[in-house]
């Protein structure tokens, strides 16, 4: 069975500081993996996603992810953390297993201090 | 522009009342999902649909039932609505390749008294 865990619930830093987001997965297939951002009382928007070859993969809004197999992570960063990145973040897998469904892990909130 | 839509925005109703939440997509997307958010547990699957006339269980369905009977629309409803499913619910769908993400509505507040 496939799951995600994100590590902290909520995190804290400072405007202009490395904002780093953990997850990790497990599947039994190769994954596909996700990070969706959002807001405060909208959906979801996706903001990156591995899928096969490069993995460093950079996203919408200055964020990128990197896949480590060995680590079975898929980490979430941006260099310098904006106000406008305070917002919850989930991380959701997808096993090639022929399913369209995605697992998503409990979230993480961002916050971002001035 | 396509898009998904939900309605209504906000409901409250009392235990034991059927209730129906619409989803409505205009991107032609075969895939369809219903999704409830709680704090601490994410976003878990209540049912999905991959077609018309199709429709599947997900990990927490009790309770709660779909039917699609066009590519556009699947309305979820709640046979009698218990205060356990006061909670925010999103519909998302998505193309049928395995690396197509799943766009998502704005979804609905739900709150059963």
């Known amino acids: 069975a496939q799951s995600v865990t994100q590590l902290g619930s909520h995190v804290s830093v400072s405007e202009g500081a490395l904002v780093l987001l953990r997850c990790n997965y497990s599947?039994?297939?190769?994954?596909?993996l996700f990070w969706y951002v959002q807001y405060p009382n909208q959906g979801l928007q996706l903001l990156l996603k591995?899928?096969?070859?490069?993995?460093l993969v950079k996203g919408i809004n200055g964020f990128e992810a990197e896949f480590k197999k060995s680590e079975t992570s898929f980490h979430l960063t941006k260099p310098s953390a904006h106000m406008s990145d305070a917002a919850e973040y989930f991380c959701a897998v997808r096993g090639m297993d022929s399913s369209y469904k995605l697992i998503f892990g409990s979230g993480t909130r961002l916050l971002v201090r001035p | 522009d396509a898009e998904i839509t939900q309605s209504p925005r906000h409901k409250i109703t009392e235990t034991g009342r059927q209730v129906t939440l619409a989803c409505h997509q205009t991107?032609?997307?075969?895939?369809m999902f219903w999704y409830r958010q709680d704090l601490g547990h994410g976003l878990r699957l209540i049912h999905y649909?991959?077609?018309?006339?199709?429709?599947n269980k997900g990990e927490v369905s009790d309770g709660y039932s779909v039917s699609r009977s066009n590519t556009e629309d699947l309305p979820l409803t709640l046979e009698s609505a218990a205060s356990s499913q006061t909670s925010v619910y999103f519909c998302?769908?998505?193309?049928?390749?395995?690396?197509?993400?799943?766009?998502f509505g704005p979804g609905t507040r739900l709150t059963v008294l």
């Open positions: 599947s039994s297939v190769p994954p596909y």
């Open positions: 998302a769908s998505s193309r049928e390749g395995q690396t197509d993400e799943q766009f």
């Open positions: 991107w032609n997307h075969n895939n």
């Open positions: 591995y899928t096969t070859g490069a993995t």
């Open positions: 649909s991959y077609g018309v006339q199709d429709t």
